[in-house]
């Protein structure tokens, strides 16, 4: 959908380097769903952003979404092979509506 | 918590022939599922919305009449894709919302469907 873009596409970082994957949404965000999947699998949860400002992390990784809600970061540190996948961002663009994905940043981990 | 499986995890069948997808939520009651299709390297389709004891809401393109979905229980939803043709190959994902007052989903292992 062209209400939300993920950026970049597609990242290769060394394993232990620091990166970030970046959801823009067209629209103020009513909530925005971070996931990830591997190849031919489900999507895991990873955490959920809903109040401008909002920032949450998990182990090493950190989620924040812009005080205008248009906008969220994910934030992997010192990243390891076991962060590689697709990472999607979900959005709600309205309370209790569909969600709306990103088209995913496909992140590989070179050791 | 928040556990939902899906069955099969793939199938293959033959042009023409219709195929059932179970989609449960294992630790939760889900009164919303929701059926998406991802095809490959592409990010989720969502086909559509289907609520406990209520006809699914469809989106727009997806042809009810193909992809049957059925809400049975607070547990289960089933995807059938009758007569089933090579373009409706693709990876089919469920996944659920604990309840009205959440939105998050959480989503199933996904199943992979050939149809030759």
């Known amino acids: 959908s062209q209400e939300l873009e993920q950026s970049p596409q597609s990242l290769i970082v060394q394993e232990g380097k620091n990166l970030t994957i970046n959801c823009t949404s067209s629209?103020?965000?009513?909530?925005l769903y971070w996931y990830k999947q591997k190849y031919g699998e489900g999507l895991i949860f990873l955490m959920m952003l809903q109040k401008g400002g909002e920032e949450k992390s998990h182990e090493k990784i950190t989620a924040k979404l812009d005080e205008k809600k248009q906008q969220s970061s994910l934030h992997i540190t010192a990243s390891q092979p076991s962060h590689a996948g697709i990472y999607l961002c979900?959005?709600?663009?309205?309370?209790?509506?569909?969600?709306?994905f990103g088209q995913g940043t496909r992140l590989t981990i070179n050791p | 918590g928040a556990v939902v499986s899906q069955h099969p995890s793939w199938v293959i069948c033959k042009s023409g022939t219709s195929v059932k997808i179970e989609c449960r939520s294992l630790?939760?009651?889900?009164?919303?599922m929701f059926w998406y299709r991802q095809f490959p390297k592409q990010s989720l389709m969502l086909m559509a919305t289907?609520?406990?004891?209520?006809?699914?809401?469809?989106e727009q393109g997806v042809e009810k009449d193909k992809f049957l979905i059925n809400h049975a229980s607070l547990t289960l939803s089933t995807l059938t894709v009758t007569s089933a043709h090579p373009e409706d190959s693709s990876f089919y994902i469920c996944s659920a919302k604990r309840g009205p007052s959440t939105d998050t989903q959480y989503f199933g292992p996904g199943t992979r469907l050939t149809v030759l």
């Open positions: 629209k103020t965000l009513y909530g």
């Open positions: 289907s609520n406990e004891g209520s006809k699914a809401t469809y």
């Open positions: 630790d939760f009651q889900a009164t919303t």
């Open positions: 979900g959005a709600l663009l309205r309370r209790a509506q569909k969600l709306v």
